[in-house]
């Protein structure tokens, strides 16, 4: 058992996640704090609500860059609404509509102009954001709820209630992920859109509905960031897209599609953040958080590939040394 978890990709992130802890636990001042905790657990919230519905994007072969520009648009979404009087409880749904309708606009380019995902969403990560700006311009709107605002940061012991709910949520994902006809599909798609055609499997259909999922998991995270920080801003998760694919590509999901599971994606997602806390705490320079987190992502990306070539030549000299030992006997 030990030796298959660690021939794994995600055996070795939960080896690794587990080495950071116990070094950040014992290096570094307060990192063990329940306080910090707390902190670390909040401030991978937001990633890891993206990162669940990024998971089966990935998987399905696609991409969706604009996540963070959906989360801002949201956001703005959001102020400007409040400050137009509405009630905080008629908001929330139309934020939540919001990010819905920036996902669908994404699945129709790609499912039904057939445009490649990569480069509808890089398009509509600048779209959402300019229009973020065009709803809510650079102003702040800060005068939220208060009960809002409070529950998006209240605890149960060290465990903030968002992240019972990414825990929810992620169990759902997980479930129609690696327990459902759906998330075969899914997996089918990855692996060949032809071939997953001709068995039977609806492409466009499962495409569309991922992209509205990401879009709507995006503007939920716009909700909790925008409580959270108190503050419903334009520019709210700019740069958030290159945490959540790195994420996923660290937890074990292959760029190319057809491979991946949840679970590594969510210890990926905290394996980022306790290292960026750490390095925090330690007084390390913002430079060089953006510096170790692009090497993470580079290795998440080479380390599987490399394993592969690794395991194909291992099985090719073990075959021809069987056939030599036959050709002997």
Not at 174 to 199: D, M
Request: charged residues 10%; glycine residues 10%; aromatic residues 6%.
């Amino acid at each position: 058992m030990p030796r298959d978890l660690v021939r794994r990709w995600e055996g070795l992130i939960l080896l690794l996640l587990v080495a950071v802890v116990l070094w950040a636990s014992v290096s570094v001042d307060g990192f063990a704090n329940p306080s910090n905790v707390s902190f670390l657990l909040l401030d991978t919230t937001e990633i890891a609500l993206m990162a669940l519905t990024m998971t089966l994007v990935v998987v399905a072969a696609e991409i969706d860059l604009s996540v963070a520009s959906t989360l801002g648009l949201s956001c703005a979404v959001l102020g400007w609404l409040w400050n137009a009087g509405l009630p905080i409880e008629a908001i929330m749904p139309v934020c939540l509509l919001a990010g819905a309708l920036c996902g669908a606009l994404n699945g129709l380019l790609v499912t039904r102009l057939g445009l490649p995902s990569l480069a509808v969403t890089i398009g509509t990560f600048a779209l959402y954001r300019g229009l973020a700006y065009v709803i809510l311009g650079d102003q702040a709107v800060a005068d939220l709820p208060p009960a809002y605002t409070a529950l998006a940061t209240q605890t149960l012991g060290p465990i903030p209630l968002v992240t019972i709910l990414v825990a929810v949520l992620a169990v759902v994902a997980g479930t129609v992920l690696h327990a459902t006809g759906v998330g075969r599909s899914i997996f089918a798609l990855g692996a060949g859109e032809e071939a997953a055609y001709f068995s039977g499997v609806r492409v466009k259909r499962i495409k569309f509905w991922l992209f509205v999922a990401s879009g709507a998991c995006a503007a939920l995270a716009s909700l909790v960031y925008t409580f959270r920080y108190a503050s419903a801003r334009a520019d709210n998760g700019v740069g958030l897209e290159l945490a959540v694919v790195a994420a996923v590509l660290l937890g074990g999901v292959s760029i190319f599609g057809g491979r991946g599971t949840l679970p590594g994606v969510l210890m990926a997602v905290l394996l980022l953040g306790v290292v960026r806390n750490a390095l925090i705490l330690a007084d390390v320079a913002n430079e060089v958080l953006n510096f170790v987190t692009g090497l993470l992502l580079v290795a998440s990306v080479l380390a599987p590939n490399l394993g592969a070539v690794w395991r194909r030549r291992s099985s090719l000299h073990k075959a021809s040394l069987h056939k030599e030992g036959k050709s002997v006997s």
